[in-house]
């Protein structure tokens, strides 16, 4: 089974100040990667995902994600992070379950910004 | 608002009662997709419909069953509760997800329906 793992239940920074969430990847084959973001009391929301092609994805609210296959990562990174930003932050890996891919969660990373 | 809508909000309930949990998917979509977040599991798959079908299951308790209807809407109904079962329930919705799809699913959330058992 593909597995992502978030080695980090917490990120601190300050605003202002460059972000990186952690993530690393265990699969079979090619990766298909996401990320979502959990604002409190709401659903989780598609930030970005990874298929292939250039290592630095752009996705919403001015996140990227920089994939590297050497070391099976796919962090998520803001060169200025916000107060807005705090969250809890989910890493996603797509998983072949019972004849369907299913995105197959981290359990999350809270990332707080200070102001 | 993400176009997904779980209801109810929250439910309070006791232990050896049953509960349905609702979930209308964003209109267009043809997949539903269940999960539950506790602080001890993190975010468990549960189970997932497309167009009606039963595509995959996850780590679904037999205590547990769901089903969507021809409207698409789908309802997960979860029986002979414990205190174990007390979480936040999501349903997401994509476009794809049916026989074949082998691409990046992307799905949307709703806002979840949080199950408090006591």
């Known amino acids: 089974a593909q597995s992502v793992a978030q080695p980090e239940d917490q990120v601190n920074v300050a605003e202002g100040n460059p972000l990186t969430v952690k993530c690393t990847y265990s699969?079979?084959?090619?990766?298909?990667l996401f990320w979502y973001v959990q604002y409190p009391n709401r659903g989780l929301q598609f930030l970005l995902k990874?298929?292939?092609?250039?290592?630095l994805v752009k996705g919403s609210y001015g996140f990227e994600a920089e994939f590297n296959k050497s070391q099976t990562s796919f962090h998520l990174k803001k060169p200025s992070a916000l107060v807005s930003d705090s969250a809890l932050y989910f890493c996603a890996v797509r998983d072949m379950t019972g004849g369907s891919y299913i995105p197959t969660f981290g359990r999350g990373t809270s990332l707080i910004v200070h102001p | 608002d993400s176009g997904v809508t779980q209801t109810p909000k929250h439910l309070i309930t006791a232990t050896g009662q049953r509960v349905t949990l609702r979930c209308s998917p964003r209109s267009g979509d043809l997949s539903v997709y269940w999960y539950q977040q506790s602080l001890d599991q993190g975010l468990q798959f549960l189970i997932q419909?497309?167009?009606?079908?039963?595509?995959a299951k996850g780590n679904i308790l037999e205590r547990f069953s769901a089903q969507q209807f021809p409207d698409l809407h789908s309802e997960l109904n979860l029986s002979s509760l414990e205190l174990g079962d007390s979480a936040l329930y999501f349903c997401a919705s994509s476009t794809q997800g049916g026989t074949g799809f082998s691409g990046a699913n992307v799905l949307t959330f709703g806002a979840g329906s949080r199950l408090t058992v006591l």
């Open positions: 699969v079979s084959g090619n990766p298909y």
């Open positions: 990874y298929i292939t092609g250039d290592n």
């Open positions: 419909y497309y167009n009606g079908e039963e595509r």
